[in-house]
């Protein structure tokens, strides 16, 4: 599958249940292909426990939904990095 620099993605993640059992659950999370200079590498915006080496295992399971300069407005709320 090819990703570009700016492509907006949905892909599985999980994030801890702070309720009584404390377990993981499987959430959809969106967030953006961006290239780190220092690092040479892609990584993803917006994940909630996943690392970046089950994210590109996953990536049959990664939907592209549009991309930066087009549809911005698909990452509304994606404040982290």
Partial sequence: KELYDGDIV????????CGEDGDWEEI?????IKWDEEEALYYVTNRQSID???FWEAIDEVEV???RFDHPHL???????
């Fill in 65 to 67: 939904i549009g991309n």
């Fill in 28 to 32: 959809v999370s969106v967030g953006e």
């Fill in 10 to 17: 949905r892909y599985p993640d999980a994030y801890m249940n």
């Fill in 52 to 54: 970046m080496a089950s």
């Fill in 75 to 81: 990452l509304k709320g994606d404040d982290t990095e």
